[in-house]
């Protein structure tokens, strides 16, 4: 039987052969591999008790949002065929935890602007820096390092912004997704439509703004058959289920009724349901190579070999260098660096215990002085369904980062109570939180998420050459290192390559696709 092999059982893992599983006819087999012995990667919810409560706390992405891009429009998809609807739980636009996020400042949480009416009511000592950069941007001129294919965040916001609006904004918005240092990530691959602008505009960044949406409608014409199609699909599908779309709508993001985790769990009960599909899980690889036949050939740690005709890598950069040993050599594989999270859920006894609702607060580096912490996310106020009724507020510190192994050393060895303990601190002198919580539990999620350093375009352009000169042609990637590290991009990314790039009516010739072309395009500096 002809066969695809996936490697990895995260959350692109899973979407990848959800997605072949959709175009495969039964005579063509699918085997997942995942070397540890449970699936869904860092989508984890787990269970616990405590004060005679049984609650859910996340250990790793918490809540999707909607809208009508690819990557949401993707997910919702995804949960719509998995039929999931009735778990979905939603924050509406109008609640607190859509309307209010804060920055924790000056020893103090300042509200983000939401819209013009902050302009009416003052801005919070945070943000006053902004319009001062804005106005610095349109009056400064053009001082763009062309002879440079990228810089970092940090520099490029400072030479356009000033310097304060990194350290009080943008800081803690990327210690917020990517648990990273705004003066080593790439201003090309995290903000490329404000960084070309930049580079295309003769009067400032703002003004350069107008140029990149030529330039991205020229770039999606290319695409428009598939936008087209995939529209008129989306059109159809919201005629049936309409209240699940209407309530979708009306909300700026989601959950599951019993946490994130319930989406991995349901991709991998359905794709076990299936017979062309083996899920091997606890075995992982340790060794690929050609075989004698021209086939893929994956070595499993007990010894068995799995041939295929294509091999879909989702793994990790770091288990990618383990797995190809030696050969295994490019600048993406040998200068990416992954950040390490601690996860602390803290729950407390009662509801409505914190001095402010929203979705929590994150911490820029002009604070960093005054906090170990990342930011909390208040989970009960975001989707307080999650709660079932009870008398309890579950809250959510995020640790290290950047700055892990300066505040808590190695994460294979940091104590657990030292990362609770530093915690609840944090709790008590950023939102005043004293009485003593009925649960406090910490994870360290050891590098979790990669990240996009400075010349992380020219490095994928690496990548890209090293993979296609794998396993005679018959190996792709997908995942958190390419595309974006966030859930909708991982499972846009899986499914793109799925339905766009495989020659899935030809699996005997070697594909020849890296899965990195179309992300490589987007990133392109038009001449």
Same mark, same amino acid.
């Given at each position: ?37 449970? @699936?869904? #990667? ?12 049984? %609650? ?45 996020? !804060?920055?924790?400042? +000056? ?86 439509? %404000? ?21 991205? /409608?020229?770039?999606?014409?290319? %695409? ?41 769990? /349901? ?32 070595? @499993?740690? +007990? ?26 050599? +490019?600048? @993406?594989?040998?200068?990416?660096? !992954? ?12 509801? =409505? ?5 929203? %979705? ?33 507020? /579950? ?33 008590? =002198? ?53 595309? #974006? ?19 899935? =009516? ?22």
């Amino acid at each position: 039987m002809p066969t695809i092999t996936i490697l990895g059982g995260g959350i692109t893992g899973l979407s990848t052969a959800w997605y072949l599983a959709q175009r495969l006819p039964p005579t063509v087999g699918v085997k997942l591999i995942e070397g540890s012995s449970r @699936l869904g #990667g860092w989508m984890r919810t787990d269970k616990r008790r405590a004060g005679g409560v049984e %609650f859910i706390v996340e250990k790793g992405p918490r809540t999707l949002r909607t809208g009508s891009s690819r990557e949401a429009t993707a997910v919702l998809e995804l949960v719509d065929d998995l039929e999931l609807r009735s778990e979905v739980i939603t924050a509406p636009r109008t609640s607190a935890a859509a309307r209010n996020r !804060y920055i924790y400042y +000056n020893g103090e949480l300042n509200c983000m602007p939401t819209g013009l009416g902050s302009l009416i009511t003052g801005l919070p000592p945070a943000v006053k820096c902004l319009p001062r950069g804005v106005w610095r941007d349109l009056t400064t001129a053009k001082n763009t390092p062309m002879e440079s294919s990228d810089e970092s965040i940090h520099d490029f916001i400072s030479r356009r912004f000033g310097e304060q609006v990194d350290d009080n904004l943008a800081s803690a918005v990327m210690h917020g997704i990517y648990a990273s240092d705004t003066r080593s990530l790439s201003a090309r691959a995290l903000l490329f439509p %404000f960084w070309l602008a930049d580079r295309l505009g003769n009067k400032g960044m703002l003004r350069g703004l107008n140029r990149v949406a030529k330039v991205s /409608r020229a770039r999606q014409a290319q %695409f428009a058959k598939r936008e087209k199609l995939e529209k008129l699909a989306l059109s159809n599908r919201r005629t049936q289920n309409t209240g699940f779309w209407e309530t979708i709508d009306d909300s700026s993001m989601y959950s599951f009724r019993h946490g994130i985790q319930t989406l991995s769990d /349901r991709l991998a009960r359905t794709l076990r349901s299936r017979e062309n599909i083996e899920i091997v899980a606890g075995q992982p690889a340790t060794a690929a190579r050609v075989g004698s036949d021209g086939c893929a050939e994956i070595v @499993l740690a +007990n010894g068995r070999v799995i041939s295929s005709q294509h091999v879909i890598n989702t793994l990790p950069l770091h288990r990618v260098q383990e797995l190809f040993g030696s050969s295994a050599s +490019n600048t @993406l594989l040998d200068e990416t660096p !992954y950040a390490s999270v601690a996860v602390v859920n803290v729950a407390f006894g009662r509801k =409505n215990i914190t001095p402010v609702d929203g %979705f929590g607060y994150l911490v820029p580096r002009a604070s960093a002085a005054d906090s170990k912490a990342l930011g909390t996310v208040f989970d009960s106020c975001a989707l307080p369904d999650q709660d079932g009724g009870a008398d309890i507020t /579950r809250l959510t510190v995020m640790l290290g980062g950047p700055r892990f192994n300066e505040l808590f050393g190695s994460p294979a060895t940091v104590p657990k109570a030292m990362l609770e303990d530093v915690a609840l601190e944090a709790l008590r =002198n950023q939102l005043g939180l004293r009485s003593s919580p009925i649960d406090v539990d910490a994870t360290v999620n050891a590098s979790c998420i990669p990240s996009y350093t400075v010349g992380y375009i020219d490095r994928l352009k690496a990548m890209q050459s090293w993979v296609q000169a794998q396993l005679g042609g018959r190996m792709s990637v997908v995942g958190a290192a390419y595309g #974006g590290p966030a859930v909708p991009q991982c499972i846009i990314h899986a499914r793109d390559h799925v339905n766009c790039h495989l020659n899935l =009516n030809d699996l005997d010739r070697p594909q020849n696709v890296s899965g990195l072309q179309e992300i490589i395009d987007g990133f392109e500096i038009p001449r």
